[in-house]
Structure formats: structure tokens, C-alpha cells
């Protein structure tokens, strides 16, 4: 990528602290600020994913998900892998962040990246991020903010502050429900307690669906890919049927990190844009991120 200076209209703009800690980023690192800008807005344009919660029969949940990200952005036909997706590998960071030498909430990240896309409030909630794609989508609402129209939050940004500020798993699904945003998404939230965890379906003005645990009916885990729920998936990018499809082998009585990491790695759910595998237990506070190579053969998406 070659970026001299952030794009006009985007510097100066930027809601505190974030635009402050691109500057302190670029800085430290000497790579120029109008790339790390553009490397902070990329959900707004390129990312995938899957994300799962589950509920085992004492009530006890638990949050998973894959991190896929490169697609459209180089293949390298030497070794047969996204060049993004293997350039982001060795900027995965697991991050604790404190307020007065105490754990506020965690997250996966990559250096350089302010917002976030995965993380959790240990005791309280979790929260993940899935692409929607959408005519109206994330360009739309960059180019809406870039000129003038400045009502709707960059969504890496929106998760870090309800990370930050929210105290309860209904504030966090209340604030990512109703908050204008600048790119369709679904946002995927786990509590501390039965039936708290939900997919809210967004465009970028309002909620189109809140699908919500419940296990009295016998719906224990809800998947979340990148098309919405009540539509076929595209028949070449379809992770739902088989991560639904594990989850109902794997059964409630057997859910556990274990079981869901290997749902999470599982073809195509597993794929060649797949950057990390991310496990989330927000009751005991444990959080686990791993790396991944998804062996060939093995699809692109």
C-alpha cells in the first residue's frame, strides 16, 4: 500500500481519543499517518467472519469466532494465501485494558488498529463483529461523513466505547441496536447469564433483527456469518450450514472451548482468509486467540 497522506476530510475529524492515538501510532512507528488512518477505517470497506454463542444446560455461555479478513486484497499464487490475511498474523494482539491498575475489558486486536472488533468485559459481556454487505454500504457512509454528515460512529470506534463505558450485557445490545453507524454489520453479544446473547442485524441508520438465545425452545447457540439470517447464503461462501451443522453433532451436553474451536475449524468455516481463532468466556473471565493456517486443500473464503 502506497498512502503519502490521509485521505482530505478524514484528519481532523476523528472523535477523541482515537485520532490522537493514530498520531502517537505513527509517530512511534515512522509509517505514515494517512496509512495508519486507512488501516483504521478498513471494516468500513473490507472484512468477513463467524461468529457463534452458545449456551450449555446450567445456563453457562460461551463466545467464539473467526476472524476473516483479505479478501479482494492480493493473492499470492506462490504459496496460495491473501497477502492481507498473512500480513495481519503477526499483528495479532491480545490486549488488556486498565483504569487505575484494573482490567476495564479485553480484546484481539492488530497494532495500530484503535477500535475493536473482538472483546469483552470480564463478568459482563462480549461482543463481536461480522460484515454485512449492503448496496448501501460502508463507502456510502464514509463518503457521507468525509462530507459533512458526521451523525453515525465508525464502528471499530462504537465497540471500544461500549466496551469502555457500558455495564451490562442489555446496555451494550441497546447501544449497538439503535446507534446510526457508518457501514451495515452484525454485531454479536454474549452476557454472564441464560439466554443473554443475541445477533443484532444493522444497517446503517437501524436495526433490522435482534435474534436472541433461548434455550427453553431449544435454540442453545445462534451463528452469525455474513448474510442475514433469514436468507440463503451465497452458495460459494456458505459457513452457516456446516457450523450449524457441527454444533448440532457436537450437542449442548458437550459444549465447551474445546468443541467449538473445533467447530471453528472446520472447512469453510476454516478458510484461506481465516486470521484468528478467538474463544471467550466472559463469566470466568478466560480468553484465548489463536493463530491459524487453514492446510490445503482448503478454500479461499
Known amino acids: 500500500m502506497v498512502v503519502k497522506a490521509p485521505a482530505p476530510g478524514l484528519l481532523g475529524n476523528f472523535p477523541g481519543p482515537f485520532e490522537e492515538e493514530m498520531k502517537g501510532i505513527a509517530a512511534v512507528t515512522e509509517v505514515p499517518l494517512g496509512e495508519i488512518i486507512l488501516f483504521n477505517i478498513f471494516y468500513e470497506l473490507f472484512t468477513m467472519c463467524t461468529s457463534i454463542i452458545t449456551e450449555d444446560k446450567e445456563g453457562h455461555l460461551l463466545h467464539g469466532r473467526n476472524m476473516d479478513f483479505g479478501l479482494f486484497l492480493g493473492w499470492n499464487i506462490n504459496n496460495d494465501t491473501w497477502v492481507i490475511t498473512e500480513e495481519l498474523k503477526p499483528l495479532t494482539v491480545n490486549l488488556d485494558f486498565q ?78 441496536t439503535n446507534t446510526k453507524i457508518l457501514a451495515p454489520a452484525y454485531f454479536i453479544v454474549g452476557g454472564n447469564q441464560s439466554g443473554e446473547g443475541c445477533v443484532i442485524t444493522r444497517d446503517r441508520k437501524q436495526s433490522l433483527d435482534v435474534y436472541e438465545l ?80 487453514c492446510p490445503d486443500p482448503c478454500i479461499g473464503w
Not at 456446516?242 to 457436537?250: D, S, Y
Not at 468443541?259 to 475449524?265: A, E, F, G, M, Q
Open 99 to 176: 483504569r487505575n491498575n484494573k482490567t476495564v475489558f479485553k480484546a484481539t486486536t492488530f497494532a495500530g488498529y484503535v477500535g475493536m472488533l473482538t472483546g469483552f468485559k470480564p463478568g459482563l459481556f462480549s461482543v463481536t463483529l461480522n460484515d454485512r454487505f449492503s448496496i448501501d454500504g460502508g463507502f456510502m457512509g464514509v463518503m457521507e461523513w468525509i462530507l459533512g454528515k458526521k451523525d453515525a460512529q465508525w464502528i471499530g470506534f462504537i465497540i471500544r466505547s461500549v466496551l469502555e463505558n457500558s455495564t451490562s450485557y442489555e446496555e451494550a445490545k441497546n447501544i449497538l
Open 214 to 293: 433461548d434455550p427453553k425452545q431449544g435454540r442453545w447457540y445462534v451463528v452469525q456469518t455474513n448474510y442475514d439470517r433469514w436468507k440463503n447464503p451465497f452458495f460459494l461462501d456458505d459457513r452457516r450450514t456446516p457450523a450449524k451443522m457441527c454444533l448440532n453433532r457436537t450437542t449442548q451436553e458437550n459444549i465447551s472451548f474445546a468443541t467449538i474451536y473445533d467447530v471453528l475449524s472446520t472447512k469453510p468455516v476454516l478458510n484461506k482468509l481465516t486470521v484468528y481463532t478467538g474463544l471467550i468466556d466472559v463469566t470466568k473471565g478466560q480468553f484465548e486467540t489463536y493463530l491459524r493456517d
